[in-house]
């Protein structure tokens, strides 16, 4: 389920951006994961003398650094690593997943080796049920379409307004949302509490913009064609199929026409608008949200978010007015192109060849198990972690990990204290929220209890319904409860990171810690600009353009004086206007970045950048032979920095680097890799750069925040 208001401030994006917004069984790729070697974490600079860690045989030394720094450190790699046929990009991260899938892939296999002979209704056990019906293709190609008909059969039947409500309330509770997204929520007024949010969903193309832009006709004559064959595919008469896309097309541009852009979603006042049961019926006349909340068997208190009145004003009047057959149309095609990844190869291949190859630029699909491993990540990704995190993480990578964390989150207490911008009576309330931070390192304290759900080994598409069903009501069940602190938003085997602005945590899975953001054998200056950076990015994000409306508590609550927001504000626009100018792809020097949408990440980039460097200072004072030392010619300031530009080594499709651009509230990694460091004195006194040189910004252009 989409959850726009809630989605976690992540380090990177970790899968491709492929799929409908309808899509509540999406297939999506495998969270990262480590293999073996991940258990260690980093020492601090009291440590033992290190090893090597970086290999700079991977420096390019005929680019000067201080002009390219990103061509410096990673253009030999991107030029000997071409990207796979079966990825959209290929880089540090793509690495590290696929490391993590060959991990997972014995886990899984493992599983279905000994399902039959294993506890009954362990999590190995379902887990190995669950990869076997998806690798059984006899099976799911002999049933074709046939596990969807039952669907499609109660779409067939639809004859009202009324009945087309009460369809999406019973499908809602199976699993099955259409139109919108429905799912729990700290409450943005009172952090402590979780309450139901509804939210904007329901279109196939990545956003509003798609429908409208002159520059994306062929992809909405695509996404026509798409839709006409997966209509086809099950049945469908062709000429039939031709005319519900074209009336599809119309709904869904009508619904993109009162949607919100990403850039209007990062803002909080679009994430959150609380409304009693009543005042929401009034939103929405012809849906009663009453029965809605009954269907799902969810008790309202005082109310819930209805998060873009907008929106759901809009899809009231179209369920009012729309004929019932392109209702009818538009659910038939979303069932269908849910339900594919499921489904025999010909609806497989089809949804690939859309958002695959026409929308990402993808020239392989990956290999069947690798589709099927996302399946199981998807259905019980945290049942999949526990028996990742007993397979290769050591307990003690913890506690290493939180001494590191300490070191970081300690270095950015000190900048905040340092700042000549910011009034006493703000920096004190800064000070509050940073009291407040909860670290969460490697998984969670507490697993996910899975006793209610029941696979097979032979039904795959049932399966993957069973667990869309569980996992949906294990999310609702938390509305009128405490919020707690301690659940995860990604799972262990993830590589990434992430900041919560309603829990206040920063949160780092065990597939991180690995290098080359966590060296056991890592000198400090490798270490601070792996995952150190990372820490303070995700700490840094809870004081960035969204994570600074909240409060140590998750209230989105204002707690800056109106003259140090103007300086904020100020001082974020001018990062705005430096990755505005960005134009990444080769060839197209039309498209930029858009320096509204990936501000926060850019911020957290900078800010977390500085504070880790803080921190390596700090750690280095400890060891003055080290802080002395050079390692493979570099100084340990110029390793730092060359980790954290080997972190986003990488390339990318060019149709996948025009469809980040739109959707991707991070910038391309290459210009993550030069963004920050551009802005830092201690880059060009590094490596000893020149006024004017094109890495250096100077004066006005300088950005300094955190």
């Not at 491709?16 to 899509?23: F, K, M, N, Q």
């Not at 696929?98 to 080796?113: C, F, M, P």
């Not at 019906?133 to 046939?146: Q, R, T």
Request: glycine letters at 8%; hydrophobic letters at 35%; a negative charge.
């Amino acid at each position: 389920m989409t959850k726009q208001y809630l989605k976690p401030l992540a380090l990177a994006l970790s899968v491709a951006l492929v799929g409908t917004a309808c899509s509540k069984h999406e297939d999506a790729a495998a969270p990262a994961a480590n293999s073996p070697a991940a258990a260690s974490t980093a020492p601090t600079a009291a440590a033992a003398p290190a090893k090597p860690s970086f290999d700079v045989a991977d420096i390019d030394t005929g680019i000067n650094a201080c002009d390219d720094f990103n061509g410096f450190v990673n253009s030999k790699w991107v030029a000997a690593n071409p990207i796979p046929d079966d990825r959209t990009r290929w880089g540090a991260f793509d690495q590290l997943a696929e490391n993590s899938l060959n991990t997972q892939h014995d886990i899984v296999e493992g599983a279905d080796k000994g399902a039959d002979s294993t506890t009954a209704g362990s999590i190995e056990q379902k887990i190995g049920l669950i990869y076997r019906s998806g690798m059984n293709e006899d099976a799911i190609e002999k049933a074709g379409v046939e596990p969807l008909k039952p669907e499609l059969a109660k779409i067939d039947a639809l004859k009202s307004p009324q009945d087309i409500a009460d369809f999406l309330d019973t499908s809602f509770n199976e699993g099955n949302g259409y139109v919108f997204g429905f799912g729990s929520g700290a409450d943005f007024q009172n952090a402590k509490v979780q309450i139901g949010y509804a939210q904007q969903d329901g279109l196939g193309l990545p956003t509003k913009d798609y429908y409208t832009d002159p520059k994306q006709a062929d992809n909405r004559k695509a996404y026509v064609d798409y839709i006409a064959k997966t209509l086809s595919l099950a049945g469908v008469a062709d000429a039939d199929a031709k005319k519900q896309a074209d009336d599809i097309m119309k709904f869904e541009t009508q619904l993109a026409a009162a949607s919100l852009a990403p850039v209007e979603l990062r803002a909080p006042e679009n994430q959150y608008h609380f409304v009693s049961v009543k005042d929401a019926d009034k939103i929405t006349p012809h849906f009663n949200w009453e029965k809605f909340f009954a269907a799902q068997g969810v008790t309202i208190d005082k109310g819930f978010s209805l998060s873009q009145p907008k929106f759901f004003a809009q899809f009231d009047k179209m369920l009012a007015s729309t004929p019932v057959s392109t209702w009818q149309a538009y659910l038939r095609f979303h069932a269908i192109d849910s339900a594919s990844p499921y489904l025999s190869k010909n609806f497989q291949d089809n949804k690939f060849d859309f958002y695959g190859k026409t929308l990402a630029g993808q020239p392989q699909q990956k290999p069947r198990w690798k589709r099927v491993l996302g399946t199981v990540n998807s259905s019980m990704g945290e049942a999949l972690g526990q028996l990742y995190v007993a397979k290769v993480f050591k307990p003690e990578a913890k506690q290493r990990a939180n001494e590191l964390v300490d070191n970081v989150r300690n270095a950015l207490k000190a900048r905040i204290e340092k700042l000549d911008w910011m009034s006493d009576a703000t920096k004190e309330k800064a000070i509050a929220k940073w009291n407040t931070f909860l670290p969460k390192i490697g998984y969670p304290d507490k697993w996910r209890d899975w006793s209610g759900l029941d696979v097979t080994g032979t039904n795959y598409f049932g399966n993957v319904e069973a667990a869309s069903k569980f996992n949906y009501h294990y999310d609702i069940a938390k509305i009128g409860k405490p919020t707690d602190r301690l659940d995860w938003g990604m799972t262990p085997q993830t590589v990434n990171a992430y900041y919560n602005p309603t829990d206040n945590t920063i949160n780092f899975p065990a597939a991180i810690l690995q290098p080359p953001f966590f060296d056991a054998n890592g000198d400090d200056g490798i270490n601070y600009g792996g995952i150190g950076a990372v820490i303070g990015h995700e700490a840094s994000h809870g004081f960035d353009d969204e994570g600074s409306q909240f409060d140590g508590e998750g209230n989105n609550k204002n707690w800056w004086s109106k003259e140090d927001r103007t300086k904020f504000d100020e001082r974020t626009a001018r990062l705005v206007n430096q990755f505005d100018e960005y134009a990444p792809i080769k060839d197209k020097p039309d498209l930029h970045v858009n320096g509204k949408l990936t501000l926060g990440e850019n911020i957290a980039d900078l800010g977390g950048l500085n504070v880790a460097y803080d921190a390596l200072q700090e750690a280095l004072k400890k060891d003055p032979k080290e802080a002395g030392e050079k390692i493979d010619g570099y100084t340990q300031d110029q390793r730092f920095f060359l980790n954290w530009a080997r972190v986003w080594r990488g390339s990318v499709r060019e149709k996948q680097a025009m469809l980040y651009l739109n959707v991707d509230p991070h910038a391309p990694a290459s210009l993550r890799a030069i963004g920050a460091p551009s802005n830092m004195e201690s880059f060009a006194t590094a490596f000893q750069c020149k006024p004017g040189a094109k890495m250096i910004r100077e004066g006005d252009k300088q950005v300094k925040i955190w």
